[in-house]
């Protein structure tokens, strides 16, 4: 298989989030970005809130029982994110860090890995 580019990977990576979240999540994202810098990835994903979930956010504590129960729904799931990363990267992850915007309704995602994966593109090796 040819050497993918850095493009290639973050849309991939993209997609595989989009499906995740969809399939573990119940609902996918409208719009979503992923940025590869270094040994992390950054996700940023809009549109992530229902309907439902919109109208709980006018609250404080709404908007805290939302941020709870999708950090819990992400824990829950983690192994199939690792499986996903390591699957297109061949990388491991070593930490996840998640928050989600109630004003916005944007989630970010940032995943440590245990490689420098713009290391392996200046070496052209991720195939």
Do not use: C, W
């Amino acid at each position: 298989m040819p050497d993918r580019t850095k493009g290639q990977i973050e849309s991939q990576i993209s997609e595989a989030i989009v499906r995740f979240e969809k399939e573990h999540m119940g609902r996918g994202p409208a719009e979503t970005k992923t940025y590869i810098l270094d040994d992390m990835i950054f996700v940023r994903m809009k549109g992530v809130l229902t309907p439902a979930e919109e109208q709980l956010a006018k609250t404080n504590e709404g908007a805290g029982l939302i941020k709870k129960t999708r950090m819990l729904l992400l824990e829950g799931s983690r192994m199939i994110l690792e499986r996903l990363i390591l699957e297109i990267t061949g990388s491991q992850i070593i930490s996840l860090h998640t928050d989600i915007s109630m004003k916005t309704g944007e989630r970010i995602i940032v995943l440590t890995l245990d490689q420098n994966l713009e290391e392996k593109f200046a070496k052209k090796t991720i195939s």
